[in-house]
């Protein structure tokens, strides 16, 4: 029988409510436990998938090809499990199932409505992870913050789900307490509103954690204790830390696996491992510097490219350097600045994108990268453009491109190949989650994975042309991984080049702070070389 843990937020949102939930699911795993995480976004999109980065930062996809919030990867990097779609619900996925429902006549005939129908739904969602997943905990979070309009079916659907499993449900409530300007002084009121609010809501806080700029002090727990009726030993203070993998060990030192653990009547075994204490001290002592220039659309809002700069960081760290990443806003390179602008990088990443706006400076990126023999290392888009690049100015087809960007270029390098993809309905239409490739022998690829096979997540439409396959290779460009399935290019690298590595799915969205992907480390290995050469 599962256990669950539902995680709202109050006062405001942005205090870290993923990283808090994802930290409970790494020291419940390090506690034996099998753990898995959902997020519940109160938005109508049916998913992130076709919002604007801006408006949403990263789209994570899970494996089994759905489109996600971003918590999610901070959930799959810290408590190292694979999620799927079961981890992601909005409003939009509820409304649209019980409306299909309801034109199947599912409801026989009754009135449908938010209670009990659209909360049986949102119910359901959670009833069904714990069944598929068969994980001895389900921790779900909702996002936005409570006394959000649209939060309300979700927050009557946890209500009654304690209602149903009154000794297996814990509700933990996140909260700021702020400090005031000049005194410094933390107040606690925003709090007690919060907790109040809640409560009118039919949902009692089981433990309370507090993001704070102060210490949060054993007389502020006895004063939030006293208002919200909630033991002191159940408030914990979320710590602002160098590092975010250091807040689980900071919330088990205040001792919330032992309280949680107690309060869900589970049996206090051990921990079973170290592991996570011994990663956080060693990438602790990372301190030699490293440049690695991230070259991109988005770069003004660094969540766009959250897994990414993940995956480079904990890199960087367990190779014992402290990463500076440096945005490059590809709008702002062109033929006049770039190579000032790129030449004191030790490594280039150009990741994903969409849409013409910015493609010239990210094609200036891979170009430099190439001709420098600087480290280079392209996802998807920047797969994709570095071959238009080589196209335009080592085949001298000028004019070639890829049909996103102009649909009528007479060298279309990278087009749309599968049929059945539907350009006129953008959501959920890309080819997403895990695809096969087949690494080819004595490439650099396949020395990196050692392995003939891989399993990558993808997120894109278009894809590589094979018919230009063999002008490329002519100019020393190795395909080096393919779909055999569908015939597809997975990867590439080039001939006499140190590290010009480009592959078309999301190495990032499996990459852990403990289990490296083999691409990034790879790459910060190259960009450690290049460095040193200098
Ligand atoms: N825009 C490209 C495509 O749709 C690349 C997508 C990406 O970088 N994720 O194929």
Excluded at 376 to 389: K, R
Excluded at 435 to 458: F, G, N, P, S, W
Aim: proline letters at 4%; glycine letters at 8%; aromatic letters at 8%.
């Amino acid at each position: 029988m599962a256990k669950y843990i539902f995680i709202t937020g109050g006062v405001v949102s942005g205090i870290g409510k993923g990283i808090s939930g994802a930290s409970i699911g790494r020291i419940l795993k390090d506690r034996g436990l099998n753990v898995f995480m959902q997020k519940f976004d109160p938005y109508i999109n049916i998913d992130p998938g076709t919002m604007s980065p801006y408006q949403h930062g990263e789209v994570f996809v899970t494996k089994d090809g759905a489109e996600t919030d971003l918590d999610l990867g901070h959930y799959e990097r810290f408590i190292d499990e694979e999620l799927s779609r079961k981890s992601s619900i909005t409003t939009g996925k509820i409304y649209a199932e019980v409306l299909r429902k309801e034109r199947l006549g599912a409801y026989n005939g009754a009135t449908v409505q938010v209670i009990p129908h659209v909360t049986d739904e949102i119910k359901q969602n959670v009833y069904a992870a714990a069944k598929e997943s068969n994980a001895d905990i389900i921790i779900t979070e909702i996002g936005g913050t409570i006394g959000d309009i649209e939060s309300l079916p979700f927050i009557e659907a946890i209500r009654q789900i304690h209602s149903e499993n009154p000794k297996d449900t814990l509700f933990i409530h996140t909260t700021l307490v702020p400090a005031i300007p000049g005194s410094n002084e933390l107040k606690t009121k925003p709090t007690q509103h919060s907790y109040k609010e809640l409560m009118s809501l039919g949902i009692k806080a089981d433990i309370i954690i507090c993001r704070s700029d102060g210490f949060i002090t054993d007389e502020i727990k006895n004063k939030i204790s006293l208002f919200c009726d909630v033991p002191t030993k159940a408030i914990v203070q979320s710590e602002n830390t160098d590092l975010i993998y250091a807040v689980p060990l900071s919330l088990k030192r205040q001792g919330l696996d032992e309280y949680i653990l107690q309060k869900l009547d589970l049996p206090n075994q051990p921990e079973t491992t170290g592991d996570w204490e011994k990663m956080v001290e060693h990438f602790r002592k990372a301190d030699k510097p490293l440049d690695i220039f991230l070259v991109g659309k988005y770069t003004a809002l660094h969540d766009a490219y959250l897994s990414v700069t993940n995956a480079i960081c904990d890199a960087g760290y367990q190779a014992g350097r402290k990463v500076n990443i440096d945005w490059i806003n590809s709008e702002n390179l062109n033929e006049d600045n770039y190579e000032h602008r790129l030449s004191s990088a030790d490594a280039i990443i150009v990741p994903g994108g969409f849409g013409t706006r910015g493609i010239e400076g990210l094609m200036l990126a891979s170009k430099y990268a190439r001709e420098r023999k600087v480290p280079y290392f392209g996802i998807c888009y920047g797969m994709q453009l570095a071959l238009v690049e080589i196209a335009r100015n080592l085949l001298g087809l000028t004019e070639a491109n890829t049909t996103e960007c102009n649909l009528y270029t007479p060298y279309p390098i990278i087009d749309i190949i599968e049929t059945e993809s539907k350009i006129d309905e953008l959501g959920g239409t890309l080819r997403l989650g895990n695809y096969a490739c087949k690494l080819k022998d004595d490439t650099l690829i396949k020395k990196l994975y050692q392995k003939d096979e891989i399993v990558e997540r993808h997120r894109h439409r278009y894809e590589v042309n094979n018919k230009f396959i063999p002008k490329f290779e002519e100019v020393g460009v190795v395909f080096s991984g393919i779909n055999e399935e569908q015939n597809l290019v997975e990867t590439i690298e080039l001939k006499d080049h140190p590290f010009f590595i480009a592959c078309q799915f999301h190495p990032e969205f499996i990459s852990r702070p403990n289990k490296i992907h083999p691409i990034f480390k790879g790459f910060i290995d190259a960009a450690i070389h290049m460095r040193e050469m200098k």
